[in-house]
Nanobody, 123 residues
Framework: QLQASGGGLVQAGGSLRLSCAAS????????MGWFRQAPGKEREFVAH????????YYADSVKSRFTISRDNAKNTVYLQMNSLKPEDTAVYYC??????????????????WGQGTLVTVSS
Protein backbone atom coordinates (compact mmCIF):
# COMPACT_ATOMS: atom_id res chain seq x y z
CA GLN A 1 0.00 0.00 0.00
CA LEU A 2 1.15 3.50 -0.80
CA GLN A 3 -0.16 6.56 1.01
CA ALA A 4 0.43 9.96 -0.56
CA SER A 5 0.16 13.11 1.52
CA GLY A 6 1.26 16.72 1.64
CA GLY A 7 -1.07 18.26 -0.89
CA GLY A 8 -2.96 21.46 -0.31
CA LEU A 9 -3.71 24.95 -1.53
CA VAL A 10 -0.76 27.19 -2.35
CA GLN A 11 -0.27 30.43 -4.23
CA ALA A 12 1.65 30.53 -7.47
CA GLY A 13 5.37 30.67 -6.78
CA GLY A 14 4.99 28.74 -3.57
CA SER A 15 6.27 25.32 -2.54
CA LEU A 16 4.92 22.03 -1.29
CA ARG A 17 6.52 18.73 -0.39
CA LEU A 18 4.60 15.56 -1.10
CA SER A 19 5.32 12.30 0.68
CA CYS A 20 4.53 8.76 -0.37
CA ALA A 21 4.83 6.22 2.41
CA ALA A 22 4.79 2.51 1.73
CA SER A 23 3.41 0.03 4.19
CA UNK A 24 3.15 -3.72 4.24
CA UNK A 25 6.30 -4.32 2.22
CA UNK A 26 9.48 -2.58 1.23
CA UNK A 27 10.08 -1.16 -2.22
CA UNK A 28 13.69 -0.10 -1.71
CA UNK A 29 14.85 -2.13 -4.72
CA UNK A 30 12.24 -0.65 -7.03
CA UNK A 31 12.05 2.57 -8.91
CA MET A 32 9.29 4.89 -7.76
CA GLY A 33 7.36 7.48 -9.70
CA TRP A 34 5.05 10.41 -9.31
CA PHE A 35 2.25 11.08 -11.76
CA ARG A 36 -0.50 13.68 -11.77
CA GLN A 37 -3.95 14.05 -13.20
CA ALA A 38 -5.63 17.40 -13.72
CA PRO A 39 -9.42 17.68 -14.07
CA GLY A 40 -10.51 16.52 -17.51
CA LYS A 41 -7.03 15.42 -18.49
CA GLU A 42 -5.17 12.14 -18.66
CA ARG A 43 -2.70 11.06 -16.04
CA GLU A 44 0.77 12.32 -16.85
CA PHE A 45 4.26 11.47 -15.71
CA VAL A 46 6.02 13.85 -13.32
CA ALA A 47 9.19 12.24 -11.95
CA HIS A 48 10.96 8.93 -11.35
CA UNK A 49 13.73 7.83 -9.03
CA UNK A 50 15.62 4.55 -9.23
CA UNK A 51 15.78 2.12 -6.33
CA UNK A 52 19.40 2.94 -5.66
CA UNK A 53 18.63 6.70 -5.82
CA UNK A 54 21.40 7.00 -8.35
CA UNK A 55 19.22 8.33 -11.12
CA UNK A 56 16.24 10.62 -11.45
CA TYR A 57 14.14 11.59 -14.41
CA TYR A 58 11.65 14.42 -14.82
CA ALA A 59 8.99 15.59 -17.19
CA ASP A 60 10.11 18.68 -19.07
CA SER A 61 7.27 20.66 -17.53
CA VAL A 62 8.65 20.26 -14.00
CA LYS A 63 12.37 19.98 -14.59
CA SER A 64 14.40 22.42 -12.44
CA ARG A 65 11.34 23.10 -10.26
CA PHE A 66 10.57 19.68 -8.76
CA THR A 67 12.93 17.29 -7.00
CA ILE A 68 12.21 13.64 -6.31
CA SER A 69 14.02 11.86 -3.50
CA ARG A 70 13.61 8.82 -1.31
CA ASP A 71 14.49 7.56 2.14
CA ASN A 72 14.63 3.79 1.94
CA ALA A 73 15.01 3.49 5.71
CA LYS A 74 11.59 5.13 6.03
CA ASN A 75 10.17 3.44 2.93
CA THR A 76 9.14 6.87 1.73
CA VAL A 77 9.47 8.84 -1.49
CA TYR A 78 9.22 12.63 -1.64
CA LEU A 79 8.44 15.23 -4.25
CA GLN A 80 9.65 18.72 -3.46
CA MET A 81 7.75 21.17 -5.61
CA ASN A 82 9.02 24.74 -5.93
CA SER A 83 7.94 27.70 -8.06
CA LEU A 84 4.50 26.18 -8.40
CA LYS A 85 2.28 27.30 -11.25
CA PRO A 86 -1.52 27.12 -11.65
CA GLU A 87 -0.99 24.47 -14.33
CA ASP A 88 0.55 22.23 -11.67
CA THR A 89 -2.92 21.86 -10.14
CA ALA A 90 -3.79 18.17 -10.12
CA VAL A 91 -4.15 15.07 -8.01
CA TYR A 92 -0.68 13.65 -7.52
CA TYR A 93 -0.14 9.90 -7.34
CA CYS A 94 2.84 7.78 -6.43
CA UNK A 95 3.48 4.28 -7.67
CA UNK A 96 6.05 1.52 -7.83
CA UNK A 97 7.78 0.78 -11.12
CA UNK A 98 7.47 -2.95 -11.64
CA UNK A 99 8.15 -3.25 -15.37
CA UNK A 100 11.73 -2.22 -15.94
CA UNK A 101 11.47 -2.83 -19.65
CA UNK A 102 9.13 0.15 -20.03
CA UNK A 103 10.33 3.76 -19.97
CA UNK A 104 9.91 5.65 -16.70
CA UNK A 105 7.24 7.93 -18.14
CA UNK A 106 4.87 5.09 -19.09
CA UNK A 107 2.15 4.64 -16.46
CA UNK A 108 1.48 1.01 -17.32
CA UNK A 109 4.93 0.16 -16.01
CA UNK A 110 3.79 0.99 -12.49
CA UNK A 111 1.62 -0.68 -9.86
CA UNK A 112 0.56 -0.24 -6.24
CA TRP A 113 -0.84 3.21 -6.96
CA GLY A 114 -1.55 5.36 -3.91
CA GLN A 115 -4.86 7.15 -3.44
CA GLY A 116 -3.52 10.52 -4.56
CA THR A 117 -3.18 13.89 -2.92
CA LEU A 118 -4.69 17.09 -4.32
CA VAL A 119 -2.47 20.05 -5.10
CA THR A 120 -4.19 23.31 -5.95
CA VAL A 121 -2.15 26.30 -7.09
CA SER A 122 -3.95 29.62 -7.17
CA SER A 123 -2.92 32.47 -9.44
Amino acid sequence: QLQASGGGLVQAGGSLRLSCAASGRTFSNYGMGWFRQAPGKEREFVAHISGSRSSTYYADSVKSRFTISRDNAKNTVYLQMNSLKPEDTAVYYCAVKIKEILPAFVATGYAYWGQGTLVTVSS
